[in-house]
Antibody, heavy 116, light 106 residues
Framework: QVQLVESGGGLVKPGGSLRLSCVAS????????MSWIRQAPGKGLEWVSY????????YYADSVKGRFTISRDNAKNSLYLQMNSLRAEDTAVYYC?????????WGQGTLVTVSS | EIVMTQSPATLSVSPGERATLSCRAS??????LAWYQQKPGQGPRLLIY???TRATGIPARFSGSGSGTEFTLTISSLQSEDFAVYYC????????FGQGTKLEIK
């Protein structure tokens, strides 16, 4: 069965950096676009970024453009999100999801808290 | 940006009854509309895509309808496991989600 397991969340100060990871199993990872989607506490969902199966096409929400970098390692069935210059408004649960624009499987999420 | 508006914010329904959830888009999204279910501590689960197609393994009591700017998710006979938060999402262009409808036990 499809499984997506995120890790790397935690508490970081404003202006700091964090790298999230997602390990995929149960499907051929290299066949699929992958996405990061976040959910601020008590708020709605926001699509953050997605990457093509080869890694050659990448898109970001305007809210994170220039600060976040999505990447993948198909040999390790892994998806990453490097987050720099973090702000309080980046505080959220970050989900790894399969596909772009229409996520058919999601992980359980990892919490990122940006606070001094 | 396409703004998705869901109503009501909270819906109280008894088990076995029908629940109807609404979603409106600020401009036409054609049939590029999905519904997700989210339970506490879990990632969302895809229920419906293409406005009316059930995702793999989704029970027939879940149905979706609509096109353009007005959409509906109907759960025909509520089971205990259906009480959760439901989100609509458009994917006609950069994806955006509604704020959610919490379906609670009456």
């Amino acid at each position: 069965q499809v499984q997506l397991v995120e890790s790397g969340g935690g508490l970081v100060k404003p202006g700091g950096s964090l790298r999230l990871s997602c390990v995929a199993s149960g499907f051929t990872f290299s066949d699929y676009y992958m996405s990061w989607i976040r959910q601020a506490p008590g708020k709605g969902l926001e699509w953050v970024s997605y990457i093509s199966n080869s890694g050659s096409s990448i898109y970001y929400a305007d809210s994170v453009k220039g600060r976040f970098t999505i990447s993948r390692d198909n040999a390790k069935n892994s998806l990453y999100l490097q987050m720099n210059s973090l702000r309080a408004e980046d505080t959220a649960v970050y989900y790894c999801a399969r596909k772009q624009w229409l996520a058919d499987y999601w992980g359980q999420g990892t919490l990122v808290t940006v606070s001094s | 940006e396409i703004v998705m508006t869901q109503s009501p914010a909270t819906l109280s329904v008894s088990p076995g009854e029908r629940a109807t959830l609404s979603c409106r888009a600020s401009q036409s999204v054609s049939s590029n509309l999905a519904w997700y279910q989210q339970k506490p501590g879990q990632g969302p689960r895809l229920l419906i895509y293409g406005a009316s197609t059930r995702a793999t393994g989704i029970p027939a009591r879940f149905s979706g309808s609509g096109s353009g700017t007005e959409f509906t998710l109907t759960i025909s006979s509520l089971q205990s496991e259906d009480f959760a938060v439901y989100y609509c999402q458009q994917y006609n262009n950069w994806p955006s989600f509604g704020q959610g409808t919490k379906l609670e036990i009456k």
